[in-house]
């Protein structure tokens, strides 16, 4: 199977939901190692507009929306990734 594409987008001000979810990813990695690809984008951009999205942290598994403008837990990061195929 192929990685699993998460792209983040954080806040420019890198405010406690960003360094939060900074700290996921990192557990994330350990978890998943090189079943998953993690991109992050700090700020508006482009890709952000392309997606819609309206507030950081955002949190974008193989191109869907799965979370918008809060941290979310890592059971619940962690159900998004397993609903997207990784195992």
């Given amino acids: 199977m192929s990685k699993v594409k998460i792209e983040v987008f954080f806040s420019i001000a890198n405010d406690s939901k960003d360094v939060s979810m900074s700290k996921l990813l990192e557990e994330?990695?350990?978890?998943?190692?090189?079943?998953?690809?993690?991109?992050?984008?700090?700020?508006?951009?482009?890709?952000?507009?392309?997606?819609?999205?309206?507030?950081?942290?955002?949190?974008?598994?193989?191109?869907?929306?799965?979370?918008?403008?809060?941290?979310?837990?890592k059971e619940t990061l962690v159900s998004a990734l397993r609903e997207s195929g990784v195992e």
């Fill in 28 to 73: 994330i990695k350990q978890d998943f190692g090189d079943k998953v690809e993690i991109a992050t984008f700090e700020g508006r951009n482009e890709l952000f507009k392309e997606y819609g999205l309206t507030a950081t942290p955002a949190v974008v598994i193989e191109e869907m929306i799965k979370i918008m403008g809060f941290c979310p837990s």
